[in-house]
């Protein structure tokens, strides 16, 4: 058994690399020609490359679910086609055993996948943000969000005008032991100090919420322009430790990013499971592998959607945001489960 475990393993880690490069591909060729604007203006190619290998983990991260899909829809339906698995049916082994070498990759992408999500992918779109922004189009403004952080301060604010070094809509986020600090204002200029205009100051405590206003409002605190360029996004680049200090804000955003950071993880698992569930009718049934790879391109999509549709409820607070975060995955898996079971 380990000679056939093994053999699963490697066609299916083959399956996967094919499948993967050829989905980075197609992302590389259509974000290229997206970014056309590159080739006219006069950046040095390095900055290009650098670029492209910045969003290498964001692609990655994005295509690694139907990655795993369809390797193991290839991976089992051509030992299907060449009648081995009838073979180990007929031993006694049940589709979970045989799943079990893939199963291990699978479980070790899952790991991979959430490391990617809570560190390289917001490193690397931080990076390739600063490139496309500030040395490819030179921007006056940036209007996409941004965060920096300064001493124990994370700074977030909707547009930056960088000429005038001033934020407009800022909002500023302090712990401060176990009371948290959040200060909204009209605007924020930075020079030595950062001076807020217009500041309403919420604190956070053990004893509930306090209030206080201040026209002008001046803190020690240096944000360098260059410095919140570099670390211009949103919140979703945010990494899991950093999110988990924003949880006592009470915003059912950042709540569900914290629940769905958490099971990001259970994806690539999810879909390989929802994989087996449409390949065990081929065994049986003799179905073709193209009708297959179709049932797996709805499944897949269903579940993105539905992911989508629960994350928006959770984010505006229709919904809990744990039950946002959770209950696409738990459906899926059951479903699955369910397919499964019925074959």
């Known amino acids: 058994m380990k000679i056939v475990d093994k053999f699963i393993a490697i066609d299916f880690l ?94 070790s992408l899952s790991i991979l996948f959430f490391l990617l999500n809570d560190s390289l992918v917001s490193k690397g779109i ?48 302090k712990k401060n032991g176990s009371k948290f600090v959040e200060i909204k204002a009209d605007r924020a200029f930075f020079g030595k100090k950062t001076t807020l205009h217009n500041a309403v100051i919420r604190t956070y405590s053990d004893n509930g919420v306090s209030y206080k206003y201040k026209k002008i409002m001046i803190l020690n605190l240096n944000f360098n322009i260059s410095d919140i360029l570099l670390h211009s996004s949103t919140f979703s680049t945010l990494s899991l430790k950093e999110l988990w200090k924003l949880r006592k804000i009470g915003n059912s955003r950042y709540q569900f990013m914290i629940f769905d950071r958490l099971f990001s993880f259970t994806m690539p698992i999810i879909m390989f499971i929802l994989a087996l569930s449409i390949v065990a009718k081929p065994f049986k049934r003799e179905e073709s592998s193209i009708k297959a790879t179709g049932v797996g391109m709805l499944y897949g999509a269903g579940y993105f959607l539905f992911h989508a549709i629960l994350a928006g409820l959770g984010k505006s607070s229709m919904i809990s945001p744990l039950i946002g975060a959770a209950t696409p995955h738990i459906t899926f898996l059951l479903f699955a489960l369910m397919k499964i079971e019925e074959d």
């Open 126 to 173: 931080t990076a390739s943000k600063f490139i496309e922004n500030n040395i490819i189009k030179h921007p006056s403004s940036y209007e996409n969000g941004i965060f920096a952080k300064s001493k124990n301060y994370i700074l977030n604010a909707q547009t930056l005008d960088i000429n005038n070094k001033t934020a407009y809509m800022p909002i500023l986020y």
């Open 14 to 107: 083959k399956s996967l690399f094919f499948i993967t490069a050829g989905f980075l591909s197609i992302l590389y060729i259509v974000d290229f020609f997206n970014h056309l604007s590159f080739l006219s203006e006069p950046v040095e190619s390095l900055f290009i490359v650098k670029y492209y290998l910045y969003k290498l983990p964001f692609f990655v991260y994005i295509i690694l679910p139907f990655s795993i899909l369809f390797s193991t829809i290839i991976t089992y339906g051509r030992l299907n086609d060449t009648n081995q698995l009838t073979s180990l049916f007929n031993t006694g082994l049940s589709i979970y055993r045989i799943a079990i070498p893939a199963l291990v990759t699978v479980v």
